[in-house]
């Protein structure tokens, strides 16, 4: 019997919950956004001992992300600094003053007959706060100590980057929201897709499996076939490989014992191995519409042996489920009515 | 039932999350007491008081170079 081939549609098909899957990229384009805002530049050349004045720069006091202040000193190799810091406010009142250390050292390393360059520094400092109210700031910076790797005094020459980015935001806390709406996603893609009136799961140790229940209503009938091969104890004494493909016999037939269905599938045979073990896996679903409810009895039934009795069929299992509804189009074969 | 909930869950997750991450309520704002908080090494010279910044007195030490060696690049 050839049957007829068709597609979901309708309330077989649940879209909206596609659309759930686009929350977990809004905090990612949050942070793509506040990283792509321009940020205000400056580069601050310090020169003997005495305080250098940035730019002023603008730190805004919004809701849309906070200001960060980051400096940077481009320290030569193999040297150490200490700056100080004020933070001046546009009234020209100091509101925060630190020091800042930093260091850079260039070498090579060598261990177990390998050796390579390293450059390693840290000289970089980020600040986050808001402003008592927006406007202009300024920062006065001092070289207080500029020395090489054995602390001797160096010419006080150097030069600082000054970032100010006013829309920064926590990126930490962003990637934790995209990854906790994701989970929350996916139980809400489970409670949906996974959802249906009966399951019924039958695993045996043969070549066919078989299960007789009351199916029909709304949505689908999903029937899936999964099956494990394996090599057999004793091995033929010329095996041939095994095939790509095996052909799966599906049967529906009504209370009656009228058939309903019978297709031949030819199915991937999925090879794994592992250790110097090898197995087959066979695993496949089809979904039938149902015009009314009915008692039905589903058989699955797989060949065995398969290569020559190189490979043999080791379970089956045939798990279906009544009353499911799919995300997206499927194809589906239609039942006539029993009777 | 379970599924209105979990999509309700989801959306105040994300509005909660992204909210917090994009506003940042409880962050440092100049002239509160204290000081804020920093990646870096920094020591602050003093702190703020009642709306003021008082300088702390006396000298800091200088810690000199802190090379750690090749540690990343190993």
């Given at each position: 019997?050839?049957?007829?081939?068709?597609?979901?549609?309708?309330?077989?098909v649940?879209?909206?919950?596609?659309?759930?899957?686009?929350?977990?990229?809004?905090?990612?384009?949050?942070?793509?956004?506040?990283?792509?805002?321009?940020?205000?530049?400056?580069?601050?050349?310090?020169?003997?001992?005495?305080?250098a004045?940035?730019?002023?720069?603008?730190?805004?006091?919004?809701?849309?992300?906070?200001?960060?202040?980051?400096?940077?000193?481009?320290l030569?190799?193999?040297t150490?600094?200490?700056?100080?810091?004020?933070?001046?406010?546009?009234?020209?009142?100091?509101?925060?003053?630190?020091?800042?250390?930093?260091?850079?050292?260039?070498?090579?390393?060598?261990?177990?007959?390998?050796?390579?360059?390293?450059?390693?520094?840290?000289?970089?400092?980020?600040?986050?706060?808001?402003?008592?109210?927006?406007?202009?700031?300024?920062?006065?910076?001092?070289?207080?100590?500029?020395?090489?790797?054995?602390?001797?005094?160096?010419?006080?020459?150097?030069?600082?980057?000054?970032?100010?980015?006013?829309h920064?935001?926590?990126?930490?806390?962003?990637?934790?929201?995209?990854a906790?709406?994701?989970?929350?996603?996916?139980?809400?893609w489970?409670?949906?897709?996974?959802?249906?009136?009966q399951?019924?799961?039958l695993?045996?140790?043969?070549?066919?499996?078989?299960?007789?229940?009351?199916?029909?209503?709304?949505?689908?009938?999903?029937?899936?076939?999964?099956?494990?091969?394996?090599?057999?104890?004793?091995?033929?004494?010329?095996?041939?490989p095994?095939?790509?493909?095996?052909?799966?016999?599906?049967?529906?037939?009504?209370?009656?014992?009228?058939?309903l269905?019978?297709?031949?599938?030819?199915?991937?045979?999925?090879?794994?191995?592992?250790?110097?073990?090898?197995w087959?896996?066979?695993?496949?679903?089809?979904?039938?519409?149902?015009?009314?409810?009915?008692s039905?009895?589903l058989?699955?039934?797989?060949?065995?042996?398969?290569?020559?009795?190189?490979?043999?069929?080791?379970w089956?299992?045939?798990?279906?489920?009544?009353?499911?509804?799919?995300?997206?189009?499927?194809?589906?074969?239609?039942?006539?009515?029993?009777? | 039932?379970?599924?209105?909930?979990?999509?309700?869950?989801?959306?105040?997750a994300?509005?909660?999350?992204?909210?917090?991450?994009?506003?940042?309520?409880a962050?440092?704002?100049?002239?509160?007491?204290?000081t804020?908080?920093?990646?870096?090494?920094?020591?602050f010279?003093?702190?703020?008081?009642?709306?003021?910044?008082?300088?702390?007195?006396?000298?800091?030490?200088?810690?000199?170079?802190?090379?750690?060696?090749?540690?990343?690049?190993?």
């Amino acid at each position: 019997m050839s049957p007829a081939r068709d597609i979901s549609r309708g309330a077989e098909v649940v879209r909206w919950p596609q659309l759930a899957l686009l929350l977990p990229l809004a905090p990612l384009l949050v942070l793509l956004a506040a990283v792509s805002v321009p940020r205000q530049r400056q580069l601050v050349v310090l020169e003997g001992e005495q305080p250098a004045s940035s730019r002023p720069f603008r730190l805004h006091d919004g809701w849309l992300g906070s200001p960060e202040i980051r400096l940077r000193a481009e320290l030569p190799p193999n040297t150490a600094m200490a700056l100080a810091v004020d933070l001046l406010d546009p009234a020209g009142q100091t509101v925060l003053q630190f020091d800042q250390e930093g260091w850079r050292e260039q070498g090579i390393w060598q261990e177990d007959g390998e050796s390579g360059r390293y450059d390693e520094s840290d000289a970089e400092l980020r600040l986050q706060l808001r402003p008592r109210q927006g406007g202009d700031h300024t920062l006065r910076l001092a070289l207080e100590e500029f020395t090489d790797a054995a602390g001797r005094p160096l010419p006080a020459s150097l030069r600082v980057a000054l970032v100010v980015d006013n829309h920064s935001v926590d990126g930490g806390l962003l990637l934790i929201t995209a990854a906790v709406t994701a989970v929350l996603v996916r139980l809400l893609w489970v409670a949906v897709y996974g959802d249906c009136r009966q399951r019924r799961r039958l695993r045996v140790d043969d070549d066919g499996a078989a299960l007789r229940l009351e199916l029909g209503g709304a949505g689908l009938v999903r029937v899936q076939v999964l099956a494990r091969y394996e090599e057999p104890d004793l091995p033929p004494v010329r095996p041939q490989p095994a095939p790509r493909q095996v052909e799966l016999e599906l049967a529906v037939s009504d209370a009656w014992g009228a058939v309903l269905l019978r297709e031949r599938l030819e199915v991937p045979l999925r090879h794994y191995s592992n250790d110097g073990d090898h197995w087959w896996v066979v695993n496949t679903s089809r979904y039938l519409r149902l015009s009314e409810p009915a008692s039905l009895r589903l058989r699955a039934s797989l060949p065995d042996p398969l290569a020559g009795g190189a490979v043999e069929l080791e379970w089956i299992q045939l798990l279906v489920e009544d009353g499911v509804v799919t995300a997206w189009p499927v194809a589906v074969t239609p039942l006539r009515s029993p009777g | 039932m379970e599924r209105q909930l979990l999509l309700l869950l989801a959306v105040l997750a994300l509005l909660l999350g992204s909210g917090l991450a994009v506003t940042r309520p409880a962050l440092y704002r100049i002239g509160q007491d204290g000081t804020p908080r920093t990646t870096g090494a920094v020591a602050f010279r003093g702190r703020s008081v009642g709306g003021r910044w008082q300088p702390a007195a006396g000298q800091r030490g200088w810690g000199g170079f802190q090379g750690r060696g090749p540690g990343g690049a190993k």
